[in-house]
T-cell receptor
Framework: SQTIHQWPATLVQPVGSPLSLECTVE??????LYWYRQAAGRGLQLLFY??????ISSEVPQNLSASRPQDRQFILSSKKLLLSDSGFYLC????????????FGPGTRLTVL | SQQGEEDPQALSIQEGENATMNCSYK?????LQWYRQNSGRGLVHLIL?????REKHSGRLRVTLDTSKKSSSLLITASRAADTASYFC??????????FGKGTLLTVNP
């Protein structure tokens, strides 16, 4: 079965600092990977998705970027954080064998001060 | 743009009662999925219903889909305190992206 790891679990960063959140997947190969952001009391906003190494699709213009250096690694980055980047960041993986349900990681709570 | 919209935004019931949450969407879908999120945690997939299905059951969960009305409902029967969580519907169209609603916060009081 698939397992998604995210770290760190929580992060407090000052405005203007860089960001790197990592997501790794076990138990599958060549997965579709997704980064979502969830603001407090809100639904999930899709930020990026990737269908393969080096292939990134951006859903919304923003201060963030994503990279996929390896098949089962997905990284979310920023050069300079904004206050509005605060939120709960979730990485997800598509399960091809179960009619496209998504498995989610445990999330990273980011607070920008 | 937000595709699924859950209703109500919040629901509070007593243990043992049934909980019904609704989801409406705007465009044609391939399937509709319901997820659960405990506070501060990732989402967990509950059930998926395809566009050619009308009803599906999984344990105490019952999902219906009405494509003519572009709506779905999630029924949790005989609720338990452990069912307290946020519930999201998500729709998948012709691509491999899911579009999530804002969720319903369900509180089951012991």
């Amino acid at each position: 079965s698939q397992t998604i790891h995210q770290w760190p679990a929580t992060l407090v960063q000052p405005v203007g600092s860089p960001l790197s959140l990592e997501c790794t997947v076990e138990g599958t190969s060549n997965p579709n990977l997704y980064w979502y952001r969830q603001a407090a009391g809100r639904g999930l906003q899709l930020l990026f998705y990737s269908v393969g190494i080096g292939q990134i699709s951006s859903e919304v213009p923003q201060n963030l970027s994503a990279s996929r250096p390896q098949d089962r690694q997905f990284i979310l980055s920023s050069k300079k954080l904004l206050l509005s980047d605060s939120g709960f960041y979730l990485c997800a993986c598509l399960n091809w064998r179960a009619y496209n349900e998504q498995f989610f990681g445990p999330g990273t709570r980011l607070t920008v001060l | 743009s937000q595709q699924g919209e859950e209703d109500p935004q919040a629901l509070s019931i007593q243990e043992g009662e049934n909980a019904t949450m609704n989801c409406s969407y705007k465009t044609s879908i391939n399937n509709l999925q319901w997820y659960r999120q405990n506070s501060g945690r990732g989402l967990v997939h509950l059930i998926l219903i395809r566009s050619n299905e009308r009803e599906k059951h999984s344990g105490r969960l019952r999902v219906t889909l009405d494509t003519s009305k572009k709506s779905s409902s999630l029924l949790i029967t005989a609720s338990r305190a452990a069912d307290t969580a946020s519930y999201f519907c998500a729709t998948r169209g012709s691509n491999y992206k899911l579009t999530f609603g804002k969720g319903t916060l369900l509180t089951v009081n012991p």
